[in-house]
């Protein structure tokens, strides 16, 4: 078996919590507990003022094909189809990828077409059991627990009613002896109230904060969750709860699907203020290439290049693609999220498209980012921006690839974009 990414960069933040850089990626796409027909994404057959969605088969072809890029860290299944990939297709075993489940969907994430559920008071369910996540049927036998997965996201969402929150936690406690006793693992899922009226807005950063400590508090490390997954409140909220305990790794939630730049700045500004997981859904569901998102994602995780030239960049291959994106450039840019000021609130922004060539230089001052750019020569050596050449050396290739470590941002983004050309035609 291939060594897990996830545990090699686990085991790196806990060596060095305040000096690691890695960053973990996962694909989320267990959303058929949760949007059912809706899981798959829009199919891009689908006709104007038509809504038709990719089918299941589909669906899971996608998958593969992101497992078999190796960018993320991560993929997150719905049992039924970890059964399919990781139990009959076996496409994990020579992968770095690790197959995970959702373990539990609670009542609020039960979004049918012309239910209320979502609006209702959260209740635990769990439909799947961790048997059959781990070998295909009850009561596993000790050798087949391996064959699947053993690892599993669990959600939880507090209300602030005593009696609601006390049973959720109850469950959590009863899932937890479960999976100690199976060796299976899990991160743990933390949903801001589902009830508009349970806290007061300014406060729910506090609140969850408080819940996840007060909640983990008396969990030892057998049983504790591998990180957590969580709306990111802002850098505030960020900081405090990675000021109080380094070791409790912190993952956000992606979210709706929103713009790009909306995507690319949200991974971008949780890792700036202690975030070291990221688990986009419907914000990689909803790209139009999936593939090519990723590989922006992760070039922004891994600090390779800023959010602003990651997105225009990602327009740049869509455009060689020859694929209509969902969005103008312009439109693309701007931020809808409210929580990248430090104390987590804000107004939607956008950043300025880049000058046209031959334009004046940007002012002193200004925020306008510089924009990235790339030239046709396949070395990737030589970037056009706002209308000058920059040109450098030869980067000497490093195992079939260029030093990266050597190379400007918008060389970077140039290789990249020169690869997806090579690789997608």
């Not at 796409?29 to 104007?48: T, V, W």
């Not at 089918?55 to 190796?70: D, T, Y």
């Not at 197959?99 to 609006?119: E, F, L, M, Q």
């Not at 439909?127 to 699947?148: F, I, N, S, V, Y």
């Amino acid at each position: 078996m291939v060594k897990k990414s996830l545990d090699e960069k686990l085991a790196r933040i806990h060596a060095d919590p305040h000096g690691c850089k890695d960053f973990i990626l996962a694909d989320a796409k267990d959303a058929d507990m949760a949007l059912s027909i809706g899981a798959p994404g829009r199919s891009p057959e689908a006709h104007p003022g038509e809504v038709r969605y990719r089918s299941l088969a589909q669906f899971r072809e996608i998958i593969g094909q992101i497992v078999e890029q190796k960018l993320v860290d991560i993929m997150l299944m719905a049992a039924s189809t970890s059964e399919v990939l990781t139990m009959h297709q076996r496409i994990f075993d020579n992968s770095p990828v690790t197959p995970a489940c959702r373990v539990n969907d609670t009542t609020d994430i039960h979004i049918i077409r012309g239910s209320k559920y979502p609006n209702q008071p959260s209740l635990p369910f769990r439909t799947a059991t961790l048997d059959h996540m781990q070998c295909g049927h009850l009561d596993c036998k000790p050798e087949e627990r391996q064959r699947g997965s053993n690892l599993g996201l669990y959600s939880i969402t507090f209300n602030n009613d005593a009696t609601l929150d006390r049973e959720a936690l109850e469950e959590y406690k009863q899932f937890r002896l479960e999976a100690e006793r199976k060796g299976f693992k899990h991160f743990l899922e933390v949903f801001d109230p589902n009830r508009p009226e349970a806290v007061e807005a300014s406060k729910v950063p506090e609140f969850i904060n408080d819940a996840i400590v007060r909640t983990l508090g008396g969990v030892t490390s057998a049983g504790r969750p591998l990180f957590l997954k969580m709306v990111y409140h802002g850098p505030k909220a960020m900081e405090e709860l990675v000021h109080y305990d380094p070791h409790l790794v912190v993952g956000i939630l992606g979210g709706s699907a929103g713009t790009t730049y909306d995507a690319f700045k949200l991974l971008s500004e949780a890792k700036k203020y202690g975030a070291r997981v990221a688990l986009f859904g419907r914000k990689i569901n909803n790209a139009e290439h999936q593939l090519a998102f990723i590989q922006f994602l992760r070039l922004i995780a891994d600090g390779e290049v800023p959010a602003e030239e990651a997105v225009r960049a990602y327009h740049g291959v869509l455009q060689r693609l020859k694929i209509q994106p969902h969005r103008s450039l312009e439109e693309d840019m701007q931020l809808q999220t409210n929580v990248m000021n430090y104390g987590g609130t804000g107004t939607v922004t956008s950043v300025p498209p880049p000058p046209a060539p031959g334009a004046r230089p940007t002012p002193r001052g200004s925020v306008t980012p510089k924009a990235a750019c790339a030239c046709k020569d396949e070395s990737a050596n030589a970037c056009a921006c706002n209308g000058k050449k920059e040109t450098k050396a030869p980067v000497a290739p490093r195992n079939g690839e260029p030093d990266f470590t050597k190379m400007s941002a918008a060389q970077k983004i140039a290789y990249h974009k020169t690869r997806w050309d090579r690789i997608l035609g």
